[in-house]
């Protein structure tokens, strides 16, 4: 897997683009804080985005091609964004430590995926922000873009379930429109969390 992301992060050309993911563009108001982190971040294009609007980013990934291309894109924009490389699978994530995390399309196996959630959640301070975007499991039907298998796909009352006990912002189930370069072409079928880590 691993070798797969390498791969496909090693030409020069984005393989998701430049810019920022629509739903972290538009949501990105409701971050607090100064440092956020970014988990499988790929090539760099939403925490560099952040980094432009004037937070302290953190971007971790495990395919070292990918943070290289982070690097560079945060040069070209003329702003610092800290890279890191890191196995969320196996790796530790240090504790409340971020103001906010966001994971947009982080691919991971069904026995895999609450473990990257529950550190998702636990690098974040109290009262700070959670934003994810995935692809659920309907994705399967539509060509454009993803995994194409349903065991990396999610499931909305995984996720519901997963992130309950906190203050949830922003939740949807839906068809959204995603043209991110290549691999990301026309109408897809995702998840969306936006969560404050307010214990209810």
Not at 77 to 96: A, I, N, R, W, Y
Not at 159 to 180: C, I, K, N, P
Request: hydrophobic share 40%; charged share 25%.
């Amino acid at each position: 897997m691993m070798d797969q992301w390498n791969e496909r992060f090693g030409s020069n050309e984005y393989a998701y683009g430049e810019q920022p993911n629509p739903f972290i563009k538009d949501q990105a108001h409701r971050l607090k804080g100064k440092r956020i982190v970014a988990f499988a971040e790929g090539e760099g294009r939403n925490a560099v985005f952040l980094a432009r609007q004037g937070y302290q980013v953190t971007a971790w990934d495990y395919a070292v091609n990918g943070l290289k291309k982070t690097e560079k894109l945060a040069e070209r924009f003329q702003v610092k964004v800290e890279t890191g490389l890191k196995d969320l699978l196996h790796d530790p994530v240090p504790s409340e430590s971020y103001d906010g995390a966001i994971m947009i399309f982080g691919h991971f196996p069904k026995a895999d995926q609450r473990k990257v959630i529950d550190k998702l959640l636990a690098v974040v301070k109290q009262g700070g922000i959670v934003m994810l975007e995935v692809y659920s499991e309907e994705q399967i039907r539509y060509q454009s873009g993803g995994p194409k298998s349903v065991d990396m796909l999610y499931n909305p009352v995984d996720v519901l379930a997963w992130t309950s006990g906190y203050e949830m912002l922003h939740f949807f189930y839906g068809e959204q429109r995603r043209d991110e370069g290549l691999f990301h072409t026309g109408t897809g079928h995702v998840i969306q969390v936006i969560l404050a880590k307010n214990s209810l």
